[in-house]
């Protein structure tokens, strides 16, 4: 017998969310995934000092132990950022502590990589190891 998307718990999935969200669902790791690499370039934000959007691709990769991160709530999370000010290297913090926080990895790198403005391009890694 299958399970609805409610009995299951998510918040996003299966649902219509019209707006963004601050919150990562996450679901039972299948057996032997070993890393999870998941990657958007379609991430806004806004610089924190002179207010200018800053276009960002995102990259996470994670150790599961015993969740993934559903990813449609990924989605959903990461719009939250594009009317909010934030440095590059914060967001990259920000987003592996709320991946580790979220599923609770072995292990969890976020990779933000900016677009370039005044041709300057801007990569910021942010790790965080389960102790």
């Known amino acids: 017998m299958s399970m ?7 918040r996003a999935l299966g649902k219509d969310v019209r707006q963004p969200v601050r919150t990562l669902d996450t679901f039972s790791k299948p057996e032997g995934v070993e890393t999870v690499i998941m990657e ?3 991430v806004t934000s806004l610089c924190p000092v002179t207010g200018q959007p800053d276009w960002e691709t995102v990259t ?9 991160i559903e990813s449609k709530s990924l989605k959903l999370y990461l719009w939250s950022f594009r009317e909010e000010g934030a440095f590059c290297e914060a967001l990259a913090t ?5 991946v580790a926080a979220a599923c609770q990895p072995f292990w ?3 990779t933000v990589t900016q677009k370039p403005r005044g041709g300057i391009k801007l990569v910021a890694k942010a790790r965080v190891n389960r102790d």
């Open 4 to 10: 609805t998307m409610d009995e299951l718990g998510f």
């Open 40 to 42: 958007s370039d379609e």
């Open 60 to 68: 996470i990769e994670y150790a599961p132990d015993e969740a993934c």
């Open 94 to 98: 920000q987003i592996a502590n709320d």
């Open 108 to 110: 969890v790198t976020v």
